[in-house]
Structures are given as C-alpha cells and as structure tokens.
C-alpha cells in the first residue's frame, strides 16, 4: 500500500494523552469556540429572543391537546401512511425497515459515552416506534423500548466531559425519546409513560435553561451545536405538552431560536459548514420544521435557504456519484477517497455514500419542486444511503414528478458564498470542478451580523481556503483539500500562501477566522463569473483573506477552463516584497517528469501540471494535518500525513504573476 494512503500520526506529548476519539467527530469543537450560547454584556431593553417568544409562541394546536400521537401525525394520518406503505410505497417502506438500528443490535450500554452512541439510540428510538405503528408487530414495540430504557438509563445526555445534557446527545435524544413516547403513547403502561415523561421533562428542563434568553446572551445561530439541541426541544415540547406547564415556554423557545436560524441562513441554498455538515445537521432542521408545522399548525419552510437547498447538494456532488467537493470540514480526504480505516462504515457502507437524500423529499412537496425530486430520485439511483429511510415514507410525495437531472443546468454561482460548480454534464464520465472565493459565511453576513446582536459566529467548520479549487475528470478525484482538521489552515488547499503564511488568522485554533474583521472578508469575491457549456473564466479578488500585515494590495486569481485544460492566473501587488505560493494537492505521491512538469497520480486518470512561469521554484512535500481531537478540544488532535503537495513559488517581489496549467 502507497505509505501516502495510510494514517500516518506524529504525535507530540499533548496528542498522546488524549482519548481515543475518531479523527473527524462531528461532535468535536475547540475549547475556546463559543458552540451554542455565549454571556457577553448586557444589551439594552428585553433580549430579542423575549420578544420573539412573545409574538410566536407556537402553542399546541387546541385540537391536538390531550391526544397522541400529535407531533409528526395522528392517529387519521397513521391509517394514511399504513395504506401507502401497503401500496405506492411499498418498496420505500421496506427499505426503512430493512435499516432499523434497533432491529440490528442493541442499545449502547450507559453510560454510553463512545462517539455517537447516543445519537444512535434516538433514532432506533423513533424508527422502531413508527415501525411498530406502521406495522403493528409487537417485535418493534419491544425493540422501541428497549431503546427508550436505554436512553433514560444514560444520567448524562451526552458526553460527561464535554457540554453535558446540551449538547448534539441531548438533541437526539429528546427528538428519539419525545417522539417515541408520543408515538406509542397508548401502547406503553402509566408506569412506562411516567419513566419516559419524567426523564423527559428532566432533561428538557436542563437544556432549556441552558438555552433560555438573558441580559448578554448570545447564540451561534447558524452553527449546528445551537440548532441540534434546539431541534430535539422543539420534539420534546409537544410530546410532553400535556404533562408540563414548562412546555408551552419550551416551544416558544424553540420557535424564536429556529426564527434566527432561518434569518441567518444562505439565501443561495448554500450550507457554509460544509456537505459533512449538511448532512448531519439538516435533518434537525427539517425535524423541527415539521413539529412546528404539524403540532404548531407555525409552518417556517418559506425561505430559499431551504427552497433552493437541493442545488447545494446536487452540485457537491462529484460525477462519480459517490464522492463530495469537500470545502471545509468535510471528511477526511485522501483517506476517506481510498475508503481505509473506518470512517468508511459511516461514510460510505457498502461503498455508497451516506447522503441522506431523502430530506430532499420532504423539501420537494413542501415546495412542489420538481426538480428537487429529481435531484432525490438520482441521489437513490446511485444508492446512497440515509440515516432515517423510515422518514421516506411520510416526506416522498409519490404523486410529484421527478425531472431528470439532464434537464438541470449542469453549472451554478453560488453568489452569496462565492463558490462556482461546473460540469460537462450529469453523467459519471463528466469533466468537472469546483471554485470557491468568499467570506466563510456568505455575503449576506456582513449586511445583517450587526442588526442582531443575539447572534456569534462560529465558522470552525470553515476553513481559510479563499481562491482554492477542486478537480474531477476522466472518472477521478483529481486535486483537492485534505479534509476535515482540527487546525485549519490554507496549506490544506488548492490556494495561495504568502510569505508561507495563509488567510485571515489561522493556526490559533479551530476556528481560523475568530477576531477577523468580517468586513474584510466581505471583500473577498468572485468579480466575474462567465460560465458555459464547454468552458469557464472566473476572477476572484483575494486581498482581504490576508491579514494586513502581509502587505497584499491586490491579489486576482483568474481560474479558467477550455478544452480539456485549467490554467490558472495569479497576479500579485504588494506593499513590499513577498514570496508568492501556489498549490496543488494529491492523494499520492507526486512525480516531477520535466523541469516544470508534474503528475498528481489518481485512479484511473491523473493531473498533468505545468508551470509557466518561468522563474519558479516547485517543492514537493507531504502533506500534513493537525486533525481533530477529542469533543471539547477539537483543535488537539495528533498530526496526520494525507497525500502529498505542489507548492510553486516566485522569488520574493511587490508584483507578481504565476501561471499553471493543469489537464488530465
């Protein structure tokens, strides 16, 4: 096996103390990362989420009081989805029973504290219920409660060193748990419905004093560690309605906090945390969505950041189906390509990768789109996987068309985040890549951050690759990021360096941009963007990704496709002299086959790379990552060899211009 593929780790004296935590947990944050809610000075007049809570409390609906099931359906809606598993989706429903967690195995032991465990017992939880409901086999019933005893047998919801009780665990487990009771309610005994309600009310109590507004209080809206937990409350409100008085100030909670994050989100459908993250994170904002829409009667969908959410995902996907463009923390690069190790379980069991898809079900009949449909349909044809298939049955609108993905224009400007899609066409032998240049956030950050002081940002998930591109051709994953990292930093992608150094203030921790000004990373753009069917050019102005210090005035990469070739541009004025870098990153171990010639080898094809400016110095070096550590210290994990790098450099100078051309 190529020594490039394999885990390399050189582990310093910190790494080798800590547990022993996957590489990319979607749990994980830095320590100094404020995830979820920070206490800064107090502002003047009540805090807005009061005033939210107030103005949309999002109580019960009257008819629904005192009945189950009540928060995703009822007892009318069960007889309803029970004729549709029988018929038009017959197969749908046989593939959710088919992947019940808790059918398989079970439940993790308390006090459960191995990665996503937890997570895992909530959706065995709720798959088994609506099985049982669907089915009426007593097996299901048993298997729900075994997982429903499981989760009040944990004292601690979440991990015990790290944000117990109101963190991502605890989310899932009042989504499993609420809507499991719920479902099952007149199935279980009193003495059932007691131990689930009171560690219910329990734990939401915990996480909604956590989560409660006052005077100073912030919240990272747009970061999945606020709306994860959130999403599990809003569950946890209408399950238990009837049994709390707490519960109406849960929803209303809920309701204002899910108010912000709708606010805050891309209105181009982007998910800056990246596709790792979209995955994890937008089934909990679909969860909540329709407990406020079905409980609430309080329907929020209206909003492109989730009408336009299906070309997000349509495009980060490669042409080999199977793969992702993985801007960001978004799994593990070289590794998670060669599919060693085992990360690959979760990222792609049985070789296909875990998409969740079927939320663009949902999506497509909440906005009667045909091509988000279309865009699910091909997902499954490609036999991706999804966490919750039981979920299938009640989002897919059998009755809405589906339009074929030929139909869809193969290449999309993502404006508001800056990042350019473009493909030959759909199919797995396209030509293809990615090109992002943007504020970490999105645009719309800097016109709307200091009209809500309730809000922090978060952009750990982000990493500092402004100007940075992603390759696909002749059925390969060509040149790309390194993955997810606990520390990121720009020598991890196809971008520029100067003087060695990257962009915005990286190397701190895990969250590069913290104390940058936004402002400035608002300069960071695509000036123009000319895309057609067989080829590209796009100008992105980079200056404001360094920090002043640097001595960047103007930084222009000019990114351009025709005919097979990328050439890429880099014009450089500085206030003094500064060695300009340019990069290009593989999977393995990069040959020099010419004075300035270099092959990035790939499977089946490789990149051809030249360098046209005469005058430059090519490096080739490994590629090494500070990947993440444990939850609580994200950016304390061990360093990791993954892949090698081109790195080209012009002697030091105020101006500067560096061409390179890349095919396969």
Same mark, same amino acid.
């Given at each position: 096996? %190529?020594?490039? &593929?394999?885990?390399?780790?050189?582990?310093?004296?910190?790494?080798?103390?800590?547990?022993?935590?996957?590489?990319?947990?979607?749990?994980?944050?830095?320590?100094?990362?404020?995830?979820? +809610?920070?206490?800064?000075?107090?502002?003047?007049?009540?805090? $807005?989420?009061?005033?939210?809570?107030?103005?949309?409390?999002? #109580?019960?609906?009257?008819?629904?009081?005192?009945?189950?099931?009540?928060?995703?359906?009822?007892?009318?809606?069960?007889?309803?989805?029970?004729?549709?598993?029988?018929?038009?989706?017959?197969?749908?429903?046989?593939?959710?029973?088919?992947?019940?967690?808790?059918?398989?195995?079970?439940?993790?032991?308390?006090?459960?504290?191995?990665?996503?465990?937890?997570?895992?017992?909530?959706?065995?939880?709720?798959?088994? #219920?609506l099985a049982y409901q669907i089915e009426g086999d007593a097996k299901y019933l048993e298997a729900a409660k075994r997982y429903m005893d499981a989760a009040v047998s944990y004292d601690?919801?979440?991990?015990t060193f790290s944000k117990p009780d109101i963190d991502l665990a605890a989310g899932h487990l009042l989504y499993g748990l609420g809507a499991g009771y719920d479902l099952l309610y007149?199935?279980?005994?009193?003495?059932?419905?007691?131990?689930?309600?009171?560690?219910?009310?329990?734990?939401?109590?915990?996480?909604?004093?956590?989560?409660?507004?006052?005077?100073?209080?912030?919240?990272?809206?747009?970061? %999945?560690?606020?709306?994860?937990?959130?999403?599990?409350?809003?569950?946890?409100?209408?399950?238990?309605?009837?049994?709390?008085?707490?519960?109406?100030?849960?929803?209303?909670?809920?309701?204002?906090? &899910?108010?912000?994050?709708?606010?805050?989100?891309?209105?181009?459908?982007?998910?800056?945390?990246?596709?790792?993250?979209? =995955?994890?994170?937008?089934?909990?904002?679909?969860?909540?969505?329709?407990?406020?829409?079905?409980?609430?009667?309080?329907? *929020?969908?209206?909003? $492109?950041?989730?009408?336009?959410?299906?070309?997000?995902?349509?495009?980060?996907?490669?042409?080999?189906?199977?793969?992702?463009?993985?801007?960001?923390?978004?799994?593990?690069?070289?590794?998670?390509?060669?599919? =060693?190790?085992?990360?690959?379980?979760?990222?792609?069991?049985?070789?296909?990768?875990?998409?969740?898809?079927?939320?663009?079900?949902?999506?497509?009949?909440?906005?009667?789109?045909?091509?988000?449909?279309?865009?699910?349909?091909?997902?499954?044809?490609?036999?991706?996987?999804?966490?919750?298939?039981?979920?299938?049955?009640?989002?897919?609108?059998?009755?809405?068309?589906?339009?074929?993905?030929?139909?869809?224009?193969?290449?999309?400007?993502?404006?508001?985040?800056?990042?350019?899609?473009?493909?030959?066409?759909?199919?797995?032998?396209?030509?293809? &890549?990615? &090109?992002?240049?943007?504020?970490?956030?999105?645009?719309?950050?800097?016109?709307?951050?200091?009209?809500?002081?309730?809000?922090?940002?978060?952009?750990?998930?982000?990493?500092?690759?402004?100007?940075?591109?992603?390759?696909?051709?002749?059925?390969?994953?060509?040149?790309?990021?390194?993955?997810?990292?606990? =520390?990121?930093?720009?020598?991890?992608?196809?971008?520029?360096?100067?003087?060695?150094?990257?962009?915005?203030?990286?190397?701190?921790?895990?969250?590069?941009?913290?104390?940058?000004?936004?402002?400035?990373?608002?300069?960071?753009? =695509?000036?123009? #963007?000319?895309?057609?069917?067989?080829?590209?050019?796009?100008?992105?102005?980079?200056?404001?990704?360094?920090?002043?210090?640097?001595?960047?005035?103007?930084?222009?990469?000019?990114?351009?496709?025709?005919?097979?070739?990328?050439?890429?541009?880099?014009?450089?004025?500085?206030?003094?002299?500064?060695?300009?870098?340019?990069?290009?990153?593989?999977?393995?171990?990069?040959?020099?086959?010419?004075?300035?010639?270099?092959?990035?080898?790939?499977?089946?094809?490789? *990149?051809?790379?030249?360098?046209?400016?005469?005058?430059?110095?090519?490096?080739?070096?490994?590629?090494?990552?500070? #990947?993440?550590?444990?939850?609580?210290?994200?950016?304390?994990?061990?360093?990791?060899?993954?892949?090698?790098?081109?790195?080209?450099?012009?002697?030091?100078?105020?101006?500067?211009?560096?061409? +390179?051309?890349?095919?396969?």
């Amino acid at each position: 096996m %190529n020594p490039t &593929f394999t885990r390399r780790r050189f582990l310093g004296a910190a790494a080798l103390s800590l547990p022993a935590f996957s590489l990319s947990s979607a749990l994980a944050q830095d320590a100094r990362e404020s995830l979820g +809610t920070m206490q800064g000075k107090a502002m003047s007049g009540p805090h $807005p989420l009061e005033t939210l809570m107030k103005a949309h409390p999002a #109580a019960l609906r009257a008819e629904l009081r005192g009945v189950h099931p009540r928060v995703y359906t009822t007892k009318a809606g069960l007889d309803d989805l029970r004729q549709r598993a029988k018929g038009s989706q017959r197969a749908e429903w046989q593939k959710g029973l088919a992947g019940l967690i808790a059918m398989r195995e079970a439940p993790a032991v308390a006090p459960a504290q191995k990665r996503r465990a937890q997570n895992n017992t909530a959706i065995g939880i709720i798959g088994a #219920a609506l099985a049982y409901q669907i089915e009426g086999d007593a097996k299901y019933l048993e298997a729900a409660k075994r997982y429903m005893d499981a989760a009040v047998s944990y004292d601690v919801w979440g991990y015990t060193f790290s944000k117990p009780d109101i963190d991502l665990a605890a989310g899932h487990l009042l989504y499993g748990l609420g809507a499991g009771y719920d479902l099952l309610y007149d199935a279980l005994t009193e003495e059932e419905r007691k131990r689930y309600r009171d560690k219910l009310i329990r734990q939401a109590g915990i996480l909604a004093r956590h989560f409660s507004p006052k005077p100073g209080k912030s919240y990272s809206y747009s970061q %999945n560690h606020c709306f994860i937990p959130i999403a599990g409350l809003a569950v946890a409100a209408y399950a238990v309605w009837d049994d709390t008085p707490e519960a109406a100030q849960w929803a209303a909670l809920s309701r204002a906090i &899910f108010t912000r994050v709708l606010e805050v989100a891309s209105p181009d459908g982007y998910f800056y945390e990246g596709v790792e993250y979209w =995955i994890f994170s937008m089934p909990w904002i679909i969860h909540a969505l329709d407990a406020f829409a079905h409980a609430a009667g309080d329907d *929020l969908y209206d909003t $492109p950041a989730l009408s336009k959410a299906h070309l997000y995902i349509a495009h980060s996907i490669t042409p080999n189906g199977q793969d992702i463009y993985d801007f960001g923390d978004a799994f593990e690069g070289p590794i998670t390509r060669s599919r =060693i190790g085992e990360e690959p379980a979760r990222t792609h069991p049985g070789g296909k990768l875990n998409s969740n898809y079927n939320l663009l079900y949902r999506l497509a009949a909440r906005f009667r789109n045909p091509e988000a449909q279309g865009v699910a349909d091909w997902m499954a044809s490609l036999g991706h996987v999804c966490a919750e298939d039981f979920w299938t049955l009640l989002w897919r609108d059998p009755a809405l068309k589906s339009s074929p993905m030929s139909a869809m224009t193969p290449h999309h400007h993502f404006e508001d985040l800056g990042t350019v899609y473009w493909r030959s066409d759909w199919t797995p032998k396209a030509t293809a &890549f990615a &090109f992002r240049a943007g504020p970490p956030e999105g645009h719309h950050v800097a016109h709307v951050i200091d009209k809500l002081p309730d809000w922090h940002l978060e952009m750990g998930h982000s990493h500092p690759d402004a100007g940075s591109f992603i390759l696909f051709g002749g059925g390969s994953y060509l040149t790309g990021p390194m993955g997810y990292a606990g =520390i990121p930093k720009s020598n991890l992608s196809n971008t520029l360096l100067i003087d060695d150094h990257g962009q915005a203030n990286e190397g701190g921790g895990h969250d590069a941009f913290r104390d940058y000004p936004y402002a400035r990373l608002d300069s960071i753009r =695509i000036a123009s #963007a000319k895309l057609e069917r067989d080829r590209a050019d796009i100008v992105a102005d980079l200056a404001g990704a360094y920090r002043p210090e640097l001595g960047v005035e103007k930084l222009e990469r000019r990114f351009s496709y025709a005919r097979g070739v990328w050439t890429v541009t880099d014009t450089l004025r500085a206030s003094k002299p500064v060695v300009l870098t340019a990069q290009v990153h593989g999977d393995r171990a990069i040959t020099q086959t010419g004075a300035q010639s270099f092959v990035v080898p790939g499977q089946p094809a490789s *990149l051809k790379v030249d360098v046209a400016t005469v005058g430059a110095k090519a490096v080739i070096a490994p590629g090494i990552v500070v #990947a993440a550590g444990p939850p609580g210290n994200v950016d304390k994990g061990p360093k990791e060899e993954r892949g090698a790098v081109l790195r080209v450099s012009l002697p030091a100078s105020k101006t500067a211009t560096l061409t +390179t051309t890349l095919k396969f």
